[in-house]
């Protein structure tokens, strides 16, 4: 199994969070690199269905204002993630969503996805098809390909219908938007929610 330092560089050579590596590899995740709320599903829920009707270019300033925010020590009941005995595809895609605060009803909220779907994912029962996974990717701020290689599909082709892409860019923007939620706070994740709605929300 490769060094922390080596994924650390692998994670710069694949344009990856250093965080998602160590979850992709099955490495131990220290406490510090988990969500700074432990359990925030609800909030990040909250803050997403506020920027639900949101434009592209507005969830992209909202962003920016969570990543503005001062960062804050995390919550006391963090805890590490163990390694994985084996990494393989469905306890790493849960890892991967575990470390952005979305459960498994989320994710099929945010992508029109049946919760079977996802948990089928989660546990590595099945892998839908390509279109979905790119979808479920982009909403967890991931690229498609990377995902469906991770489920042993390698030589996928990515989708290419403009408004399946266009659905993808809309996914895509919600999905940055909750890996900059991940270093937030409580009080903090509500002020991103309230400033979601200040800018057209309207959190259905």
Same mark, same amino acid.
């Given at each position: 199994?490769?060094r922390?330092?080596?994924l650390?560089?692998?994670?710069?050579?694949l344009? @990856?969070?250093?965080?998602?590596? @160590?979850?992709?590899?099955?490495?131990?995740i220290?406490?510090a690199?988990t969500?700074a709320?432990?359990?925030?599903?609800?909030?990040?829920?909250?803050? @997403?269905?506020?920027?639900?009707?949101?434009?592209?270019?507005?969830?992209?300033?909202?962003?920016?204002?969570a990543?503005?925010?001062?960062?804050?020590?995390?919550?006391?009941?963090?805890?590490?993630?163990?390694? @994985?005995?084996?990494p393989t595809?469905?306890?790493?895609?849960?890892?991967?969503?575990?470390?952005?605060?979305?459960?498994?009803?989320?994710?099929a909220?945010i992508?029109?996805?049946?919760?079977?779907?996802v948990?089928?994912m989660?546990?590595?029962?099945?892998?839908?098809?390509?279109?979905?996974?790119?979808?479920?990717?982009a909403?967890?701020?991931?690229?498609?390909?990377?995902?469906?290689?991770?489920?042993?599909?390698?030589?996928?082709?990515?989708p290419?219908?403009?408004?399946l892409?266009?659905?993808?860019?809309?996914?895509?923007?919600?999905?940055e938007?909750?890996?900059?939620?991940?270093p937030?706070?409580s009080?903090?994740?509500?002020a991103?929610a309230?400033?979601?709605?200040s800018?057209?929300?309207?959190?259905r």
């Amino acid at each position: 199994m490769p060094r922390d330092g080596q994924l650390l560089e692998l994670a710069v050579a694949l344009r @990856l969070r250093h965080v998602d590596v @160590l979850a992709i590899a099955g490495h131990e995740i220290p406490a510090a690199l988990t969500p700074a709320e432990f359990r925030a599903h609800r909030q990040v829920e909250a803050v @997403l269905r506020a920027a639900w009707s949101c434009s592209n270019d507005v969830i992209a300033e909202l962003c920016e204002y969570a990543r503005s925010l001062p960062r804050q020590p995390g919550s006391d009941d963090r805890k590490s993630i163990p390694a @994985l005995a084996e990494p393989t595809f469905g306890p790493v895609f849960g890892r991967l969503m575990h470390l952005r605060n979305v459960d498994r009803r989320l994710l099929a909220r945010i992508t029109g996805s049946a919760e079977t779907t996802v948990n089928m994912m989660m546990h590595g029962a099945r892998v839908p098809a390509v279109e979905r996974v790119f979808g479920i990717a982009a909403a967890l701020g991931l690229r498609g390909d990377d995902v469906d290689a991770m489920a042993g599909h390698p030589n996928s082709v990515p989708p290419v219908d403009a408004p399946l892409l266009k659905y993808l860019a809309a996914f895509q923007a919600l999905g940055e938007l909750v890996c900059a939620l991940v270093p937030l706070r409580s009080e903090q994740l509500d002020a991103v929610a309230a400033r979601a709605k200040s800018l057209g929300g309207d959190g259905r």
